[in-house]
Structures are given as C-alpha cells and as structure tokens.
C-alpha cells in the first residue's frame, strides 16, 4: 500500500506504507486508509516529528557513544534512510499547508 498524502496548497507526496504509518503514528493520526490533517493540527504534528527525530538522532549517537566506551566497533547508521530524511517532505508540506490554511488529505 502506498500512502498519498494531497493538498490544495502543495503538490502530492507519495510515501511507502511503513514510513507513512510511522510519520501519521508520530503525529498521532490513525495510520488508516483515510483520514485528514486540519491546519490546526500542524503546528502540533511538526513539533511531534521535530521531537521523534531528535530522539532517534540521540539514541543513535547514544549507541555510538556506548559502542566506543566498550571498545566496541561503533554501529553504522549509514546506510538506513533516517526518520529525518523520510519526514523533511512532510515537514515541509505541512508548514505550506499551514501557512495556507489547507488540510492534507489522504486516501480520498
């Protein structure tokens, strides 16, 4: 399943079913088949992704970190696409939708 987020404000963003289930799970949206996103609601669903990135990026330095204290070979992030890759596009369409006053619908 693919996740098509639309707006009237942006053009559409195409997400695989894992990484929008996980951005709409962040924000505290039902990773359903439908659902909507009210300008409203943006301010608080960019601080939520601005906070689950944060806390991925620390518990990945955190891992790094612990991994060289033990003399460990420190694990490589590398070579994954990070929650801040996956959820720029978001974050950037929900502030234009926001700063136009335009819901993000998907599903319909």
């Known amino acids: 399943m693919l996740y098509k987020f639309k707006s ?10 894992p990484n929008g289930r996980r951005v709409l799970e962040i924000i505290g949206k039902d990773p359903g088949p439908k659902g909507i996103i009210l300008p409203e609601e943006m301010p608080a669903a960019m601080q ?7 806390r991925e990026e620390a518990e990945q330095k955190a891992a790094v970190d612990e991994a060289k204290a033990k003399g460990q070979v420190p694990p490589r992030f590398d070579g994954a696409v990070s929650l801040r890759q996956r959820a720029v596009p978001f974050i950037d369409m929900l502030k234009r939708c926001s700063t136009a006053g335009k819901e993000i619908v998907w599903g319909v």
């Open 8 to 17: 009237k404000a942006t053009g559409d963003l195409i997400m695989l079913e």
């Open 48 to 54: 939520a992704l601005d906070r689950a990135i944060e």
